[in-house]
């Protein structure tokens, strides 16, 4: 559906081509006895309706937005946490989860709550699927904490698995890390999300697994 916010962003972006294509910059580079002169190449303006399709295309929900959608509801969740890769005796904590679909069934929401070491915990979650790159985006927000956990990558149709990877800066050593994540359709009414640390001498080790039971 044509909206006015999409012919909006159209009709600016197909304007501000519009205004490159008139211009033609050249630049002189003098390096000691040598004169170079580089010309940018003009750009190549989109008509308005290419631009309107364009930005349509953008917003429109598709098939990987309807597999964010199966996770719609209220969940009980089994959380296992290991602090390292010699952890032999992991925490175990249990919360709840309600997931829903926002903006028009664009993004998923996930709000979590339960109690970690005996606090009182909070977790917002959301996840998105980039037409325009072909990723899949999570954010994680808590209040454990005042740091924000972003990663991207794809989804497996064969193992009904998203695989996220992203950087984060450890609170511990102040350092960036690496760390991913395997977020698994084990059946329609299960879901099983497994996180994975980077210890400080730089091994690969898995620091989370959360099993989520969808409540009828």
Partial sequence: MKTNFIYLGALLLC???????????EKTVIETDTTA????????AMDSAAMTKAWEEYATVGEPHKVLAGDVGTWTEDLT???GPEDKNPQKHTATADIKMI????YQEQRHKGKMMGMDFEGISTMAYNNASGEY???WIDN???????????YDESTKTINLSGEMVDPLTKKVK????IMTIVDADTRKMESF???PDGKEFKSMEIVMKRKK
Avoid at 15 to 25: G, P, R
Avoid at 38 to 43: G, H, L, Q, R, S
Avoid at 103 to 106: I, Q
Avoid at 178 to 181: D, L
């Fill in 15 to 25: 304007f501000a081509s519009c205004k490159k294509e008139e211009t033609k910059v």
């Fill in 37 to 44: 002169v580089e010309e940018t190449a003009p750009a190549v």
């Fill in 81 to 83: 946490f290991w602090m």
């Fill in 103 to 106: 903006l028009g069934g664009r």
């Fill in 137 to 139: 985006t999570s954010t």
């Fill in 144 to 154: 454990m904490g005042t740091g924000m956990m972003i990663a991207s990558g794809t």
């Fill in 178 to 181: 690496k760390f991913r994540e």
């Fill in 197 to 199: 640390d980077t210890s």
